[in-house]
């Protein structure tokens, strides 16, 4: 019999869910998380940095893991990473991207009903306008069997974005977060939304009321997860 974390493969065990737990944000090159971080929470960091001439280099802050990055027309950069958060890091302090003309950190947790173990980046893409990505290759979000935390980042130039005018739909689980000009959406696929829900997603772009909204970039990765102690939803 094949065991996987202590379980025998094909036995049907009850995922944890997962939530956003806090976010919080950053005008300079080095930002912090929230204070109530724990030990195996997930952080996701959408960073962005914008010089008056020339782009800015990409950096992922150490101990990070980079899911998507791109160069913005000729003066923006925008990356997303991750990291499992470790004892400490409520005190931590972290250095991104840097930018002579702005600077734009959105840092948010994403704590599970047990700790993350593992996590890795896939299915990234980016658009440099309104728009939509292809609910092609979001439907590919539940394809492994791994629990997934799916990620946009927005960077929106002069503007800022109305929370509730960008996301996923339909809207279940759906957390539009953000800071300043770099505000992001996380929305979560656990073993409930693999069973029960339509995964065939798309990202839509709503226009709110008022001035319209400039989106320089939309970046977007899925962070695959593992809760330690269970097997992956499917082998």
Excluded: C
């Excluded at 992922?60 to 791109?70: R, S, Y």
């Excluded at 000729?74 to 002579?100: V, Y």
């Excluded at 980042?153 to 960008?166: D, I, L, N, P, Q």
């Amino acid at each position: 019999m094949l065991i996987q974390n202590g379980i025998a493969a094909g036995t049907f065990t009850q995922q944890p869910g997962m939530a956003l737990l806090a976010t919080e944000g950053s005008t300079s090159a080095t930002f912090g998380v929230p204070a109530t971080v724990l030990p195996g929470d997930l952080l996701v960091l959408f960073d962005v940095a914008s010089n008056a001439a020339g782009l800015p280099s990409p950096v992922v802050p150490t101990g990070w893991t980079n899911a998507a990055a791109t160069f913005v027309g000729t003066f923006n950069t925008t990356a997303l990473s991750f990291r499992i958060a470790q004892a400490g890091d409520e005190s931590a302090t972290f250095t991104g991207m840097t930018g002579g003309a702005a600077m734009f950190k959105t840092v948010s947790v994403v704590r599970g009903g047990a700790p993350f173990d593992e996590a890795v980046a896939a299915n990234n893409s980016f658009i440099t306008s309104q728009g939509s990505i292809a609910t092609s290759l979001l439907s590919q979000s539940n394809a492994s069997g791994w629990p997934t935390v799916q990620v946009a980042g927005y960077y929106t130039g002069a503007h800022t974005v109305s929370f509730g005018s960008y996301g996923f739909s339909p809207t279940e689980d759906n957390n539009v977060v953000g800071f300043g000009q770099a505000p992001m959406t996380l929305r979560y696929l656990d073993e409930e939304r693999f069973l029960y829900s339509d995964v065939a997603i798309s990202l839509t772009d709503a226009s709110p009321s008022g001035p319209s909204i400039v989106v320089n970039a939309l970046l977007y990765a899925d962070i695959k997860l593992r809760f330690a102690g269970y097997p992956r939803i499917a082998p």
